[in-house]
């Protein structure tokens, strides 16, 4: 896969993780574990690069006597999330066409 478009896919999936409610690190890995692997290396590069693009902001809270960070999704980081739907009905549109002739063998 395109290494772009494969940082765009993970860049989605991490602000899906917590469209719903603030999380942290371990837990996004886990709510993504049934759909994708995602490496801790990998997620806090990904968290990085959405937090510096104005698509999350980060708090720390003390938790069991340790600092844990929340990272909570902005307004741009929602708009991220719709604008991919809107780009991914053109996505499934460009497979569907290079893979028609596949249904017509």
């Known amino acids: 896969m395109d290494a772009q478009m494969k940082r765009g896919l993970l860049d989605v999936c991490v602000l899906a993780a917590i469209k719903r409610k603030d999380s942290y690190g371990y837990q996004i890995t886990k709510d993504m574990k049934p759909y994708l692997t995602l490496p801790e290396s990998t997620l806090y590069t990904v968290l990085k690069r959405l937090e510096a693009g ?42 569907r066409f290079v893979t028609r002739e596949d249904e017509e063998a």
């Open 54 to 95: 104005g698509m999350l902001t980060v708090r720390t809270t003390e938790h069991g006597g340790r600092l844990r960070k929340y990272y909570h999704i902005t307004q741009a980081g929602r708009r991220r999330i719709e604008d991919f739907k809107a780009e991914w009905a053109e996505i499934a549109a460009i497979y």
